[in-house]
């Protein structure tokens, strides 16, 4: 048994409930199923200890088999938004004011960490795969291994973080790495500073939103001469040649009013391209099998992040939140029954260390006691 009243089993069944949904349905389902009524604080407290040691459980986790990885390594980051308590010492007001939201936001850091087979393509076939046109792209590759934590510990921390995971996975058959994010450019930066040895990739998304945006300054939303110029800027974009679409929005823009929204619109998303040049070199990306879009690390920030920190009415302090992270990406993982077994084995040893500490003190205090 622990140094605590519950079981070992009860409380880890707790916290698996409490990861994936509220505390309060966990716990009905526990009340339910043993008839035992256990506190929120309870597990709150549970989560809050265990947590402590899930970044030893990854320092030591063995490499996977060398058989099973690919020849690319991947490395992910984003940011997404959990709502925090308000400061107990921040001021009440009766009213709040334009653009004092109810509920503030803290950004998690959200990485994930993979390999994979290169996947082949050209512009005109990526194109068609985003604009959902002609013959189903043949299947591809999936990410072997994938890795994901989130942490709210900042981004230098947690890159810091992924680069050591990174290191982790190396290996002779490691052939390329790339990493990829939207165009944060603090995140872009520590992303440069932490993995040197990684190609820089912008996520083609946030590109395809960016020109999708610029289509409605030029076009408006219903002109179906909208679709036709981003896909032709797309073509462009994918086939290293974003030096022209950049060309076009400032030469659009200068025809227009410069006090007009559309011209604005267009010389921000010129200035946004022109900044992520060195990391839109897509031509070269897919002649490489590279990936060029962020659809993991996306999907962490979705599960991993938004499912159960913005749950109806949840509030987290850093360290509930930084707790609850943890946890969730053990689970994520697919690490919970092999990290509970290390967790148990670390309490049992320190708890073993404690004792032998405590002995030999005793035994010294006796032995002071009997020459006195």
Not at 36 to 54: I, N, R
Request: charged content about 30%; overall charge neutral.
């Amino acid at each position: 048994m622990p140094e605590r009243c519950y079981s070992d089993l009860l409380m880890e069944s707790a916290e698996l409930l409490g990861v994936n949904g509220s505390y309060r349905k966990g716990l009905q389902v526990l009340e339910r199923l043993l008839e035992l009524k256990l506190s929120e604080l309870a597990v709150e407290t549970s989560v809050a200890e265990h947590s402590q040691d899930v970044e030893a459980y990854y320092a030591q986790k063995a490499p996977f088999p060398a058989v099973e990885e690919g020849p690319i390594l991947v490395a992910q980051a984003d940011g997404k938004g959990v709502p925090m308590v308000r400061s107990e010492t921040e001021e009440q007001k009766v009213r709040r004011g334009k653009g004092d939201k109810k509920t503030r936001k803290k950004e998690a850091i959200a990485i994930a960490v993979y390999t994979i087979e290169p996947y082949h393509r050209t512009p005109q076939e990526v194109v068609n795969a985003l604009f959902k046109r002609g013959e189903s792209p043949p299947t591809r590759p999936v990410p072997r291994h994938k890795q994901v934590f989130a942490s709210m510990e900042g981004k230098e921390r947690t890159i810091e973080r992924l680069a050591t995971w990174v290191r982790h996975r190396e290996g002779e058959y490691i052939r390329e790495r790339v990493a990829l994010t939207d165009g944060a450019i603090a995140l872009q930066k520590q992303m440069l500073d932490n993995l040197t040895d990684f190609t820089l990739i912008l996520d083609i998304i946030h590109v395809t939103e960016y020109l999708w945006e610029a289509g409605t300054a030029l076009y408006g939303e219903t002109d179906p001469h909208r679709a036709e110029w981003v896909e032709e800027q797309m073509l462009d974009i994918l086939s290293s040649r974003s030096n022209r679409v950049i060309r076009r929005l400032e030469e659009k823009a200068a025809t227009m009013s410069p006090d007009s929204q559309a011209a604005k619109t267009l010389q921000r998303i010129a200035n946004y391209f022109r900044r992520n040049q060195p990391y839109m070199d897509y031509a070269t990306y897919l002649r490489r099998g590279w990936p060029i879009g962020t659809g993991v690390i996306e999907g962490a920030c979705r599960h991993l992040v938004k499912d159960r920190m913005e749950l109806s009415g949840m509030r987290w302090t850093v360290a509930g939140a930084e707790a609850m992270l943890a946890l969730r990406s053990v689970n994520e993982n697919g690490d919970w029954d092999d990290f509970h077994e290390f967790r148990r084995h670390q309490c049992h040893q320190r708890l073993y260390a404690t004792r032998m500490s405590t002995d030999w003190l005793g035994q010294v205090e006796r032995l002071e006691i009997n020459q006195f």
